[in-house]
């Protein structure tokens, strides 16, 4: 057994395709969701943390991983919320412009300034 599937519970690949391919998905389309609703940028953090809980019962269920392993739980729930927040931000600017065209412009991938 390597030092990292002590620590994370589980090899580099199973981790790398549940918790970036699979649950970055998500984690993208959770962004998304919150920024076109109008929701609070603190709720991907929560909304993060829930998506971690279902990684690690993938990596369990699938791949015979260790379930209760909190650094890997902690490491796939901080990759899941950058995801996320990135995700969130993105789809933040880009709203902001094309709703309120007058008053916004864009400022690089993540931003708006006033006109």
């Known amino acids: 057994m ?9 090899t ?7 918790t970036l391919i ?24 929560a909304y993060g943390f829930l998506l971690a809980i279902a990684d690690r019962f993938l990596v369990f269920a699938l791949f015979q991983g260790e379930l209760f392993s909190l ?3 902690l490491a ?3 990759a899941l919320i950058v995801i996320a927040a990135v ?3 993105v789809t933040r600017a880009r709203q902001m412009v094309r709703q309120y065209p007058w008053a916004y412009r864009r400022f690089g991938p993540f931003g708006w300034r006033e006109r």
């Open 2 to 10: 390597s030092d990292f599937e002590l620590v994370f519970g589980t």
């Open 76 to 78: 796939d729930a901080l």
């Open 22 to 45: 699979l649950g970055g998905g998500c984690a993208v389309m959770t962004g998304r969701a919150l920024a076109l609703n109008w929701r609070p940028d603190w709720q991907f953090v």
């Open 12 to 18: 580099p690949f199973v981790s790398l395709g549940i």
């Open 87 to 89: 995700a969130f931000r």
């Open 71 to 73: 650094s890997g739980y």
